[in-house]
């Protein structure tokens, strides 16, 4: 299948500053990219998804300048939270899918382990 | 809107044995994919199994199978011969036509020895 890369792989970071995710896709062109939040023991939550050149749509409820998103390349989008706070401290997932089908299996990174002292 | 309910928070299971984990959805698309993920405690994501809205068998793969009762909106996956490695969370997935793949709440099955 499909592979798809994220780094850092966890980072710890001070209050107030920001961190940077990156999400590649190394086999394939995704031209939609999308970001997850996982707080532990729950679900995937959907907090945007990317379009290779286009702005990011956000879910409700996700702060779009908290939580910039760019996507440049049809291999690469980055997720930076800005002015981190403790209670970002999460499981970022994103995943890359080749199409926007219903039957367009999507293919996940390792995640990123947000920790914000 | 898409739904996915898994209402099995935990499960327990004999190491050999097989168990099944509940799943149901609801939307109004006539075509969407049912997907089923595995993910251990390390967090990564894997992919099991996908099922299509219009496929006439149940999707079948190694150990894994899904029991696709479209029209009673279920897609439960069933594990066959239960390993140690088996024990992870697992998620029942839909996407439709709004192509964002929604994910039920997960079950944590826990194999034993």
């Not at chain 1, 592979?3 to 939609?32: M, N, Y």
């Not at chain 2, 099995?8 to 609801?26: R, S």
Request: charged content about 15%.
């Amino acid at each position: 299948g499909a592979v798809v890369s994220q780094h850092p792989s966890w980072v710890i970071c001070k209050s107030g500053t920001s961190v940077k995710i990156e999400c590649r896709s190394l086999d394939f062109q995704a031209t939609t990219m999308f970001w997850y939040r996982q707080f532990p023991k729950q679900s995937l939550m959907l907090m945007a998804t990317s379009n290779e050149g286009s702005k990011a749509t956000y879910e409700q409820g996700v702060e779009k300048d908290k939580f910039l998103i760019n996507h440049a390349s049809l291999t690469l989008s980055t997720l930076t939270v800005t002015s981190a706070h403790p209670e970002d401290s999460s499981f970022y997932i994103c995943s890359a899918a080749t199409g926007t089908s219903p039957y367009n299996e999507q293919f996940f990174g390792p995640g990123t382990r947000l920790t914000v002292l | 809107a898409q739904k996915i309910t898994q209402t099995q928070p935990g499960m327990f299971v004999q190491e050999k044995e097989a168990v099944t984990l509940d799943c149901t959805y609801d939307t109004s698309d006539p075509s969407y994919g049912l997907f089923w993920y595995k993910q251990p405690s390390s967090g990564e994501m894997i992919f099991l199994i996908y099922q299509g809205s219009y496929d006439q068998q149940n999707a079948t793969e190694g150990r894994y199978s899904l029991n696709f009762q479209k029209a009673r909106k279920s897609a439960n996956l069933v594990i066959s011969a239960s390993q140690l490695g088996d024990s992870a969370m697992y998620f029942c997935a839909m996407r439709a036509n709004d192509y964002k793949l929604s994910f039920g709440a997960g079950t944590t099955v826990t194999v034993r020895a």
